[in-house]
Each structure stands twice: as C-alpha cells, then as structure tokens.
C-alpha cells in the first residue's frame, strides 16, 4: 500500500464547476499536510497548507480527518489556469521534519 | 529574489558515465533537499541538509549516489556510475526552517542511456 494514495484521474471539468480530490495517507504519525500543485514539466508549488480546523483561501479549500488519514482539496468556479497536477503531500514530523511523502498526484483538465 | 535554481536543466549519458547535478537555493535558507521523480512514480526524498550537516539521508538510493553543501550555501548531487534506473527528474527545494513548505527549482532532467 502507498503511504500517500490519490485518485490519479484524469479530472475534465469545464470552467465555473466545482471540483473535489480526495486523499488518503498510512501513517497515523503524520504531523502536517499540505496540497501542492505542479504545471506540466515545472516544479511542485505549495498550494496550501491543511489544518485540523479546516481552511480556506480564496476558490480552494482543503479539509483534513485524522481519524479517517483522510485529506481532501474543493475547487469552486474553475478556472482555465487551474489545469495543473495536484499533489497532496504528507510530513511525518519528529526526526523526519524535513522529508516530505508524496502522492502520485491527480491531475485536473479544466475546459471552456 | 531568485528563487531555487539547478544546473544542467537536462542531461543524457551513457550508463557507466559520472553526472554531477548543482542546487542553489534561495539565499539564506539553512535547509536544503533533494528529491525525484522517476518515470510514472511519485516524487521521492532523497536527503536533508541543514547547513552542510545530513540531517537525514534515509531516501538516498545506495552508495552509489554523493550528496555534498559545502560551506552550506549550494549543494552538489553525484551519481556514479549512473544506471538506466536513475533517469528520472531531480529536484531541488529549500527553506528557511524545516517544514513541509518548501521552494523547489525546476528540476534537472537525467537520462541515462
């Protein structure tokens, strides 16, 4: 079992819809979560950070359960330059502050 | 500011051959990371520095990869001899502490013939 695992997709949305991804994660340690998105052959940029509380900026929102190991990432009024890859990506903490576990990504097409 | 950048962008070489890759991270950030990404996998740890001390090497593959920060400032990676498996994307990220939000550059490209 993958320690991160995301629904690959490919996701095809038009503009203006609302869009969900889901996430799971195996290791109940883990410390802090985070989304992060990746455009075709650049590098990975920190979308948010997931909070316990939840937490929202701006279209985007992202939950987190601990007790399912569950993350989850809503896109309100998609906009064309959301087509990107989303990572959701999970820190385990303690003496692995600085290694980050990543999922595979789910990537999301959004058309006019 | 300039943000995370690496050297070469794209590599190819013979399996057998030496590459060295080159991070340089953003300017005072103490905390400096290698990752890949191979083919159709996910992006995977491969080491931490804070400064020029390891804090953790757990992801690096075997011996026959040499990450190197020198003075703390950028940081090297050597792979030698390179094999087929080890073409793949490596990236590089910094911060300014250890945390889960990190900066990465764009990635140098090795393929390995």
């Known amino acids: 079992r993958k320690e991160v695992e995301q629904d690959p997709g490919p996701f095809n949305v038009p503009e203006g819809a609302t869009v969900a991804f889901n996430c799971t994660y195996s290791?109940?340690?883990?410390?802090?979560f985070f989304w992060y998105r990746q455009d075709c052959r650049k590098e990975p940029k920190l979308l948010m950070s997931v909070y316990s509380s939840g937490n929202e900026d701006g279209r985007f929102t992202a939950q987190l359960n601990r007790a399912s190991q569950y993350i989850s990432l809503l896109i309100r009024d998609s906009k064309l330059s959301d087509s990107a890859t989303y990572l959701c990506?999970?820190?385990?903490?303690?003496?692995?502050?600085?290694?980050?576990?990543f999922g595979q990504g789910t990537i999301l097409t959004v058309h006019p | 500011e300039a943000g995370v950048t690496q050297f070469p962008s794209h590599s190819v070489i013979e399996k057998g051959q030496t590459v060295t890759l080159r991070c340089d991270p953003i300017s005072g950030h103490d905390n400096l990371y290698w990752y890949r990404r191979v083919m159709g996998k996910e992006i995977k740890f491969l080491l931490h520095?804070?400064?020029?001390?390891?804090?953790?090497e757990s992801g690096m593959p075997n011996n026959r990869f040499l990450a190197e920060r020198t003075g703390g400032t950028y940081s090297t990676l050597k792979v030698q001899p390179a094999e087929l498996e080890d073409s793949g994307v490596y990236f590089c990220?910094?911060?300014?502490?250890?945390?889960?939000?990190?900066?990465f550059g764009e990635g140098s490209r090795l393929t390995v013939l």
């Open positions: 520095f804070v400064k020029e001390s390891k804090q953790d």
């Open positions: 290791n109940s340690a883990s410390q802090s």
């Open positions: 990220a910094s911060s300014p502490r250890p945390s889960g939000e990190l900066f």
């Open positions: 990506v999970v820190n385990a903490g303690g003496t692995s502050y600085g290694k980050l576990t």
